[in-house]
DNA sequence: CTACATTTGCATCATTGTTGCATTTGAATC
DNA sequence: GATTCAAATGCAACAATGATGCAAATGTAG
């Protein structure tokens, strides 16, 4: 499936930007943030086009964010996701890339009387296997 | 324990920044933001004095941080939360107020061979209590 | 009380999230 | 292909947060 696909889908304009973010991400095959799609798309476009582009294509459900922590932010396909849409994600502290922890679902967490949840999120941080031996 | 002696404990000297937010935070007995503690402390700090305090009660594992996401953190006294370490937080997204949930422990991530953890946050998002019935 | 290291306040900067508005662009229609 | 109009973009501007350098103020040990 290609970039323009994803529009189509959604009946979303084709632009330039939308269709290098989305090659950028399927491309990579692993979460990046704004900044590392930005490095890599050729196009140099404004920011705040660049915010709103990820808004929309979150909002129709093309890219799921993942925040990791107050200043990070990492955005991943959503079909990626959708399949085992709760799990776990580990960040790692040396070279910040992003994992999905598939081989686990999230834990149900008991709530008090009257709680109700709307999602979970799981951050492991810690330092991957090939940042391990770059050390 | 009052202000004083948690900052006694750590050679850390006693300015009237540090006890207050120590003191907001004991008397509040839930996690607060920063704009929380600010509103509720009668000297007008400068920001940076703020953000430096913060620092530094972290650092002396005296206030702990709660990351709740990009743009939310939040405050809570280390020793509340040293005897159960690890346990999941719920955020309530009407009011914006944090609960710990300290009746299941979090759970252990399985990792990739190499992979290492350090830390592991879970967040749940949801409706509190309180705020159901006011709807 | 003095001396000195620490802390504070201020200036300044970077990043991120956000909105308003004029201009440009995509795509449906003619 | 040209016309048209809603949608997207670029720009200006602002807020919040994180961060650093430096001179002035302050806490505390002696």
New binding site residues.
Partial sequence: MKPIDYLNEHK???????EGIIQTIISANHPLS??EIREQLAGN?????F???FK?LEEHQIVHRIIID??T?KYALAKQLSAEEHHPHFFCNCCQSVQCITTVPVQKIPLPDGYSASETSVIIKGICASCKDKI
């Fill in positions: 979303l304009k084709r632009t330039s930007c939308r704004e900044s476009y404004d920011r705040t086009t915010y709103r582009s929309t107050n200043q932010v």
